[in-house]
């Protein structure tokens, strides 16, 4: 079950993750930061950008949860990957309308319960152990 409750912190952070890159890379030119070319540039950019840089973080921690959940022998790769990613994509979608405004089209939201669809059936094959 601990794997399974990584891989759900993995999701959430790997969507976070997206959604504070989005907010935090518009902020460039909302500030009017330089983001010219050049290491010492860009590491002025990012100090002075904490949302972008708390999204690196939650990418990185992302990683660290999705790598214990993959230690889980009842959770194959080829379903970690897609409830991670199906998952995080619906996430991102209904809070990026929600909160940042982004249109969405019918067609789209369609499409969004597709891919939740399907992960739902990738996902229903996975047998946890209660002993892992």
């Known amino acids: 079950m601990k794997h399974v409750i990584a891989l759900v912190l993995a999701l959430g952070l790997n969507a ?67 409830i991670m990613v199906g998952g995080g994509f619906a996430i991102i979608a209904v809070v990026a309308w929600w909160f940042l405004g982004e249109r969405m089209s019918a067609v789209q939201w369609a499409g969004v319960a597709m891919i939740l669809i399907g992960v739902f059936l990738v996902a229903r094959e996975v047998q946890v152990n209660r002993g892992a």
């Open 16 to 82: 976070a993750a997206n959604l504070m890159m989005k907010v935090g890379s518009g902020r460039f030119n909302a500030a009017g930061l330089n983001t010219d070319p050049g290491l010492r540039s860009l590491t002025a950019a990012l100090t002075a950008n904490w949302v972008l840089v708390l999204g690196l973080l939650c990418f990185a921690i992302n990683v660290v949860f999705y790598a214990y959940a993959l230690r889980a022998p009842f959770l194959p790769v080829s379903m970690a990957y897609p």
